[in-house]
């Protein structure tokens, strides 16, 4: 009997014979989707708040999207055969990171206003519409795979075109991030550099950085890296085809993927930048503008404090 005819386990229809080969784990993925739906939340809550928009509606329909995702992984918990669960997981799962990854990119130009555009490669809006473009160029070309893969039966040849095209949206979206992270180390080396240099021709050193800005840059840095460590193991996942032997490893799946989303969903939603980085919102540019320049005041006037103090007792000790 040919498995496109299933619809349930059955002595002809064994489990061993669906895409994945097993029964979704329960609990894993109950842990997953109240995850994902938690964060889904508290991205409306803390961005209504705080009005930062794009970030929110983003990251919002990431965590959205991964909560729709492990629904349909709980129906084929139930019946493995399920196809409405099946194609459910398949579209949601794929493209849920890349609306996360979104986030991220729409942060990257107020870091870089915010702490020194003179240390970037590129200007500050270029990196909105190249990261930004090329992400919306992934979303289209997975969305279209997934589309095609989950329409199509076992045997069809349309399962390939759709595989490939989920390739190719993955392939690309790891170039993309792996572009902006080389980016963001040389900005980072380069800012360093830039303070370095300010502290030795002007004596002061330059504004420092809150412990509240420097755990949002944390977080933001290791969530990023969470997604593409998914992405990345995406890729041999996919190559070896639907019901391939990595595809069949359900821990794999749970860790590398599922968990690597889960903590940059969580990472952008505890440091989330409207409490943590407000500048990202133009009504808070110019607050944040003043906090800055006072604590780059503050700074120097520790230092000017310093130098006077020791010309006090260089004075002192003289006859």
Known sequence: MSSRYCTEVTPECPVEYTTYGYYPNLGGNIFLLVVFALCFFGQIVVGWITKVRAFTIVVAIGCGLEAIGYGGRLMMNENPWDSDGFKMQV???????????????????????????????????????????????????????????????????????????????????????ATCIILTIDFAIRHGRNNRKHVQTSGTPGAMSSTKFNFYLGCSAFGFLTIFIRCVYRLPEMAGGWGGELMRREDEFLVLDGMMIAISAICMTVAHPGIYFPTISSRNRPVAAEEKAEAGEKSSMSSRQGDSQGEESVMAERP
């Open 91 to 177: 579209c949601c799962l794929i493209l849920a990171p890349s609306f996360l990854a979104a986030g991220f990119y729409l942060t990257v130009k107020h870091l870089v206003i915010y702490l020194g555009e003179e240390s970037s490669r590129l200007a500050p809006r270029w990196y909105t519409w190249i990261f930004i473009g090329c992400d919306v160029v992934s979303i289209i070309t997975q969305a279209a795979g997934g589309g095609i893969a989950s329409a199509a039966t076992d045997g069809d040849n349309l399962l390939d075109v759709g595989n490939g095209l989920i390739m190719a949206g993955i392939a690309f979206q790891v170039a993309t991030m």
